[in-house]
């Protein structure tokens, strides 16, 4: 996966705001299969509420007071990405946040590099349960061509591009 898109609407809970969000693949629309955290920092580094893990089909929903945030994404093959300045308050009703992140990172180092394509490389043909779990890096079972050109186009990544909208 090249890009991500995670829709979230915020709504009012009695311990907090509820952030819920579905997190896909932009250049496909398939949700996303791979688990993604989602974590709520604050401006200390300090994580608030529990961390969220997506589900089979994409969604988290994460419980934090009132205030503004850093959201956090990690998935194992990704380089994370964090989302700066998250107004989390009440009167907030709908947020959508279009992540384009960088895959290929097998190793999980934060930079796309020759360790993660020598990975791909020496599970190449492989089938599920046969090869290491990020070198699969479109998800497909196999790792095959296609996961060697995602590295390819990504390497020497370590960011990414994010915007935000808040409506």
């Known amino acids: 996966l090249s ?36 974590t709520a920092k604050n401006d200390s580094d300090e994580t608030v509420g529990a961390p969220a893990t997506t589900s089979a089909t994409g969604e988290f929903t994460l419980v934090v007071p009132a205030g503004t945030y850093k959201l956090v994404f990690t998935k194992g093959g990704f380089l994370s990405y964090t989302l ?26 934060g930079v796309i590099e020759l360790d993660d394509l020598q990975a791909v490389l020496t599970d190449y ?33 370590t960011s990414i591009v994010i915007s935000y909208t808040d409506r």
């Open 84 to 109: 700066t300045d998250v107004d989390v308050t009440a009167g907030l009703t709908d947020v959508n946040i279009s992540l384009n992140s960088c895959a290929g990172d097998v190793d999980n180092n």
């Open 125 to 157: 043909n492989k089938t599920t349960g046969l090869f290491r779990p990020n070198a699969d890096v479109d998800d497909n079972g196999v790792v095959e061509l296609d996961d060697l050109q995602r590295i390819l186009s990504n390497y020497n990544g």
């Open 3 to 38: 890009s991500a898109k995670a829709i979230g609407v915020l709504k009012e809970a009695g311990s907090g705001v509820v952030v819920e969000g579905i997190v896909t693949d932009t250049v496909t629309s398939v949700l996303s299969s791979k688990v993604t955290t989602v």
